[in-house]
């Protein structure tokens, strides 16, 4: 397929690097040397990244559940573990779907705050709706509510790679990542690999060269499995062994096409989920069609958190009919959802929308389907609706285990490891920081690129010796000084209203 390219707007002038080499060093975000000499060996942690910002992938198999990775052997999640930070379960946003936990992670925000309320939504002040499986949902109106991680990262000197994450093709803020791919379910998980490898490693096709220092420094990738097979077989079916067994060799090429270009040492590397899956039986249906006229209301969202837009007038009609009509479901006016589900203060959450049971489906007529035997969506209290996190590199703790934490708490963490001012959100650092390998407060690093001029240097000459290396530790000390990146905005650990930001 077409590879689309978007030409990167901050523009480094790195020049022959064959002279100009820098290390920074990814622990102590200092410069360390510009007297590299050939044949000297860098440390592992920066052979791929020198002269770069941090890296950091983010990888997503949708709808991988916390628990799959102890249900048959996983032997590469479990190396992941070993070398870096596993959390057991991680609360994501409500409502548990797809496109809103996928922002959400991207975001730091609540789905009610990012706008992204549904895979299936209706704007009243737009007039209009969306669907993730139609071409509304490359309409940047609908995304604008916040500003995902791939443009802030951009617009603070960074470059953003998307491989199909929700949101990643579609012009954000006026801008897309700095490399992309736009959505095409048909392209092979290793394809997408190998692409987001490239971009890391600077390869642009055609070229035949590379410069990591030109390479993305944020990727964003996405897989379907094993949301779809979970869907469609149900989460305790036996057949999900293999599934899952699948998801693990994935990961194994990953892991390997990373150590080929010599970047697993040095990639910070987080394999999340949006959601988790549970199962769902024939025997628990609930038909709106007993209850209710559908000449009365549009349905907006599907199981098993239905929005429902009442006509005209109808609202409490339409609620009463509802409210006490089947104890496997819950039935909310917009302003009676509970506050901790952070769903409420949005136009396109809907006047009343219905919550089924864990493993309850919701719909008009049981002819009409779904026919699905797995499920998400569900109140994100529940664990069968967590997702799996799992994160090793030279940013992790090692061999470590986190009991909990929540979804939007990985934004600041993301941030904190590009040295990206996060934008206003709901997650807080402070509550994720002991993943960390190095967990005290941050000393941003002055990305490099094109900006340090060491030029004096060769004036001076070899022969000037220790004269020279003193100077130059002068010099980088003021650029360091003069170049530090001001301090990061103060976390927001309460929700967000729309209203409160400024986007
Ligand atoms: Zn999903």
Request: hydrophobic content about 35%; proline content about 8%; overall charge negative.
């Amino acid at each position: 397929m077409q590879e689309i390219y978007i030409a990167y707007p901050f523009t480094s002038s790195v020049g022959p690097s064959c002279c100009r080499l820098y290390v920074a060093c990814c622990h102590s975000n200092i410069i360390l040397s510009s007297l590299y000499t050939p044949g000297h060996p860098l440390h592992p942690h920066h052979q791929a990244t020198r002269g770069a910002r941090p890296k950091l992938l983010l990888l997503s198999f949708d709808g991988f559940r916390w628990d799959y990775v102890d249900r048959v052997p996983t032997p590469n999640f479990h190396a992941l573990m070993e070398e870096g930070s596993i959390v057991e379960q991680v609360e994501n946003t409500y409502i548990t779907k797809t496109f809103p936990d996928h922002y959400t992670l991207v975001t730091g925000l609540h789905a009610e705050t990012h706008g992204i309320v549904g895979n299936e939504m209706y704007d009243p002040d737009l007039n209009a709706s969306f669907s993730m499986e139609t071409h509304s949902a490359y309409e940047p109106r609908w995304w604008a509510g916040a500003e995902p991680l791939w443009v802030t990262n951009q617009k603070q000197g960074g470059r953003s790679g998307g491989v199909m994450w929700p949101g990643s093709d579609v012009e954000i803020g006026g801008a897309y990542p700095s490399r992309y791919l736009p959505y095409n379910a048909s392209l092979s998980f290793e394809r997408r690999v190998e692409t987001m490898v490239a971009w890391l490693m600077g390869e642009r096709p055609g070229e035949g060269v590379r410069s990591v220092q030109g390479g993305v420094d944020f990727g964003v990738l996405y897989w379907e499995e094993p949301d779809e097979s979970g869907h469609n077989l149900g989460p305790e079916n036996p057949l999900m062994d293999a599934v899952i067994a699948d998801i693990d060799d994935k990961l194994g090429f990953l892991r390997n096409e990373l150590r080929k270009m010599g970047l697993y040492e040095s990639v910070n590397l987080i394999v999340t989920s949006d959601h988790g899956m549970t199962q769902l039986s024939k025997d628990k249906v609930i038909e709106l069609d007993q209850y209710l006229d559908r000449d009365l209301y549009t349905w907006v969202d599907k199981s098993p958190v239905v929005g429902i837009l009442p006509r005209d007038g109808k609202l409490e009609e339409v609620y009463s009919a509802l409210v006490e009509a089947n104890p496997n479901m819950v039935v909310y006016r917009r302003e009676q959802i509970p506050e901790r589900l952070h769903y409420r203060h949005n136009n396109r959450i809907m006047p009343i929308i219905i919550e089924a049971k864990e493993g309850w489906t919701i719909t008009q007529n049981r002819t009409t389907g779904p026919h699905m035997l797995g499920n998400h969506g569900y109140d994100n209290t529940l664990p069968s609706m967590h997702p799996v996190l799992v994160a090793r590199g030279p940013a992790f703790r090692q061999d470590y285990v986190k009991s909990s934490m929540r979804s939007v708490d990985l934004y600041p963490l993301m941030c904190h490891i590009l040295s990206v001012r996060p934008r206003p959100n709901n997650g807080s650092l402070a509550r994720v920081m002991d993943l960390l390998s190095e967990p005290s407060p941050p000393t941003h690093s002055t990305p490099l690129e094109g900006r340090y001029q060491p030029s004096f240097a060769t004036a001076l000459g070899v022969v000037l010796g220790v004269v020279m290396v003193t100077g130059f530790l002068v010099v980088i000390v003021k650029q360091m000084t003069l170049r530090q990146l001001p301090s990061r905005q103060s976390e927001m650990a309460q929700p967000l209203l729309l209203e409160e930001l400024q986007l």
